[in-house]
Nanobody, 114 residues
Framework: QVQFVESGGGLVQPGESLRLSCTGSGSIRSTYSMVWYRQAPGKQREKVASINYVGDVAYYEPFVRGRFTISRDNAKDTLYLQMNSLIPDGTTVYYC???????WGQGTQVTVSS
């Protein structure tokens, strides 16, 4: 069973940046497409960004396009999400996973508030 571990979340003010990381005990380097998801309280989990194996093709949902950057380092078995110009939308939990997730990690919580 794949187990991803997310980290890097925290409390920031609007306009600030955070960099999230995800490790996978060997699973990231063996997964073609990796995805960052997010879930706000009372809402469904949704995709944020995805990246192919080589790391040269990425897709972003419109609500983060131009502000977030997804990247991966297969040698380090790590996935990243650089989040800039964060919007004050309260608390959201970010998860990393493959394109068709079976199970979920704990996620990392991001709170953007003044």
């Amino acid at each position: 069973q794949v187990q991803f571990v997310e980290s890097g979340g925290g409390l920031v003010q609007p306009g600030e940046s955070l960099r999230l990381s995800c490790t996978g005990s060997g699973s990231i380097r063996s997964t073609y497409s990796m995805v960052w998801y997010r879930q706000a309280p009372g809402k469904q989990r949704e995709k944020v960004a995805s990246i192919n194996y080589v790391g040269d093709v990425a897709y972003y949902e419109p609500f983060v396009r131009g502000r977030f950057t997804i990247s991966r380092d297969n040698a380090k078995d790590t996935l990243y999400l650089q989040m800039n110009s964060l919007i004050p939308d309260g608390t959201t939990v970010y998860y990393c996973n493959e394109d068709s997730p079976v199970s979920w990690g704990q996620g990392t919580q991001v709170t953007v508030s003044s």
